[in-house]
């Protein structure tokens, strides 16, 4: 199965910052890499899919960089809104594997 | 709108089973693929299951293959999960979603807000 490593594990920020989240793949995962936010007592919500294109709705602060094995989500400047936990999947072979998670809370 | 609603969560003792469920309804169920994702409590995200728009393709993660079957019915427009030898680290939230292309089974772009499932002695 294909590892996915994320980090940091968390990280503290205040509104306006920019903030930076990466994905590690333990192989080549081409595009196929997807991100969801997840506040608690809430299902996941689906951000970003195939690297880089945003779901509807989704604000242009949230971006992607990368391709293969090291992928980055960023947020360009932190709103309150955002403040909650990110993960990645990567969708490029079964078993479908998740990140650990990132959690963002406020400074 | 677009709704999942999962239901069948309940205290269960190691070693038994269980049958989730989840209904859908706001969009075309029998065109798309379905997923089964589980969240242990306080941690992160684990991917169950996966079953293709028209039930011919599933797939599993390693930690329940063979005690897990994902099952659909179209002409009810639902999803199933049928867990055999519960075990204690089974416990979780268990949440249904769908996939985002039609007749894929990818990633999920809609959840729905989870049963809870509790395996104890």
């Known amino acids: 199965a294909i590892q996915m490593t994320q980090s940091p594990a968390s990280l503290s920020a205040s509104v306006g910052d920019r903030v930076t989240i990466t994905c590690r793949a333990s192989?080549?995962?081409?595009?196929?890499l997807s991100w969801y936010q997840q506040k608690p007592g809430t299902a996941p919500k689906l951000l970003i899919y195939?690297?880089?294109s945003l779901q509807s709705g989704v604000p242009s602060r949230f971006s992607v960089s990368g391709f293969g094995t090291d992928i980055t989500l960023t947020i360009s400047s932190l709103q309150p809104e955002d403040f909650a936990t990110y993960y990645c999947?990567?969708?490029?072979?079964?078993?479908?594997?998740f990140g650990g998670g990132t959690k963002v809370d406020i400074k | 709108q677009m709704q999942l609603v999962e239901s069948g969560g309940g205290v269960v003792q190691p070693g038994r089973s269980l049958r989730l469920s989840c209904a859908a309804s706001?969009?075309?169920?029998?065109?798309?693929?379905m997923h089964w994702v589980r969240q242990a409590p306080g941690k992160g995200l684990e991917w169950v299951a996966v079953?293709?728009?028209?039930?011919?393709?599933?797939k599993y993660a390693d930690s329940v293959k063979g005690r897990f079957t994902i099952s659909r019915d179209n002409s009810k427009n639902t999803l199933h999960l049928q867990m055999n030898s519960l075990r204690v680290d089974d416990t979780a939230v268990y949440y249904c979603?769908?996939?985002?292309?039609?007749?894929?089974?990818?990633?999920?772009?809609?959840w729905g807000q989870g049963t809870r499932v509790t395996v104890s002695s």
């Open positions: 979603a769908k996939d985002w292309r039609i007749r894929g089974i990818g990633l999920m772009d809609y």
């Open positions: 706001g969009f075309t169920f029998d065109i798309y693929g």
């Open positions: 079953i293709s728009y028209d039930g011919t393709n599933e």
């Open positions: 192989q080549g995962i081409r595009n196929d």
């Open positions: 195939a690297a880089s």
């Open positions: 999947l990567q969708d490029h072979n079964y078993p479908l594997t």
